[in-house]
Nanobody
Framework: VQLQASGGGLVQPGGSLRLSCAASGGSFSEYAMGWFRQAPGKEREFVGVISGSGKSTYYPDSVKGRFTISRDNAKKTVYLQMDSLKPEDTAVYYC???????????????WGQGTLVTVSS
């Protein structure tokens, strides 16, 4: 499975941004899709996951209520809608694919290249 993330950019605090992750190869609907982020000098952080069917999602408290993951299996694309963005959300965001509904990065076998999100006025 190859993953290509896009949609990053500069946004003001309180603003919104939607990231996309397009997949190729493999059976997309068989994979849970996760989003992670890594800020400079920090460890990679789990942002959320959506099941293969799209019926289940899970978010950590740090983004719950602000971030929403969705997917379109026909288009082989997963989305990360980010609202009420804060400066601390600044990071490189990665999408990843796993066979299980997982929160640990080690469970994800396939990774996109990352897209930079900068939240600043």
């Amino acid at each position: 499975v190859q993953l290509q993330a896009s949609g990053g950019g500069l946004v003001q605090p309180g603003g919104s941004l939607r990231l996309s992750c397009a997949a190729s190869g493999g059976s997309f609907s068989e994979y849970a899709m996760g989003w992670f982020r890594q800020a400079p000098g920090k460890e990679r952080e789990f942002v959320g996951v959506i099941s293969g069917s799209g019926k289940s999602t899970y978010y950590p408290d740090s983004v719950k209520g602000r971030f929403t993951i969705s997917r379109d299996n026909a288009k082989k694309t997963v989305y990360l809608q980010m609202d009420s963005l804060k400066p601390e959300d600044t990071a490189v965001y990665y999408c990843a694919a796993a066979r299980s509904f997982a929160v640990r990065s080690g469970s994800y076998a396939y990774w996109g290249q990352g897209t930079l999100v900068t939240v600043s006025s």
